[in-house]
């Protein structure tokens, strides 16, 4: 079975050891993907709703969002004008060493948005210039200039919840632990894989996760495949057992039961909830992209593993 919408891959749009690449798009319409990257987006013109995880936002000149790899989202240009903008494609492993050093406090979840980015352009432009012309020195200088970025655009972002540990290094460890899930919970992970990233026994972890998020891990994995699950329904017309899957679930009636007593509602009624907060994204449409577009070449992706 694949994806039930579209999933774009670095393998068509980066080069081997590059870490990075930055396009000039002209963007019309983008039907409802995600990506195995990270992408950081800088509108410079036009504008277009902006639709995230089932949510609309409307985005002009100024706007940056920066979407992991566990969103999906959609443009829909307002009006007649392409939206002109840098659409930065970035390996997780590249950035994620960035946001493992930014330290306290932390920073909410993503997607992470502003409408108030225009004073970065010059550092995507230098960050082109060293990616189109590599010379001395350039791949220091590509890191460097997206952590950069990922720090100028953390702190527009609200801030998370601080973790009390009188241990060194636990607050740091949690963090890293809860992005881990955050990013990866559509796969089969477990209590005792996140608590290896924090370098934690599993019962220690467990406790200290629970202060932190305020859930157990089991709920806390759970709450993220329901979210997932609860916008991918509202934003495409994917059958309810493709959402399923494709949100981590392997078993439909488990997903069906815990659905239900999550929203109030089976996952088929799209009728209500989230769906009537997503206007006029009912499904893929064929919409079109002008060229430079940076998902021209990209490829679909089957579905990744469920637990």
Known sequence: MTDPVERFSTESLLLPDSGARVMRP????????????????LVVSGAAEHVVNGVVRPIGRGSAFLLSPADF?????????????????????????????????????????TDDFLGAEP????????????????ARLVEALV???VVALARHQPRGAAVADDRPGVADELRAAVRYVDRH?????????????????????????RDYTGSSFQLY????????????????????????HAAGFNSLSHFGRAYRR?????PSDRSGGLA????????????????????????????????
């Not at 659409?87 to 992470?112: C, H, K, M, Y």
């Not at 550092?123 to 350039?138: F, K, N, T, V």
């Not at 992970?189 to 996760?209: G, K, M, T, V, W």
């Not at 999550?262 to 089976?266: E, I, L, S, V």
């Open 221 to 244: 994995l759970q709450e993220r495949r329901l979210r997932f699950a609860r916008s991918l329904l509202a934003s495409t017309s994917s059958s309810v057992t493709e959402v399923c």
């Open 26 to 41: 002209r963007l019309r319409t983008v039907d409802v993907h995600w990506h195995d990257y990270y992408e950081l987006c």
């Open 123 to 138: 550092d995507l432009r230098r960050l082109q210039a060293e990616l189109e012309e590599p010379r001395l020195g350039s």
């Open 262 to 266: 999550r929203y109030g509602t089976a």
């Open 276 to 307: 009537a907060a997503v206007p006029g994204v009912s499904g893929p449409s064929q919409g079109d992209v002008r060229h430079p577009n940076p998902l021209t070449n990209a490829r679909r992706l089957t579905k990744l593993p469920a637990s």
């Open 73 to 113: 989202h959609a443009i829909r240009p307002a009006g007649r004008e392409p939206l002109g903008c840098y659409n930065t494609v970035i390996d997780p492993g590249l950035i994620e060493r960035q946001l493992a050093d930014l330290g306290p406090p932390s920073v909410g979840d993503f997607p992470w948005q």
């Open 147 to 149: 952590g950069c970025l």
């Open 185 to 209: 919970f559509r796969e089969p992970i477990s209590l005792a894989d996140a608590a290896r990233r924090a370098h934690l026994s599993p019962n220690y972890f467990s406790e200290r996760f």
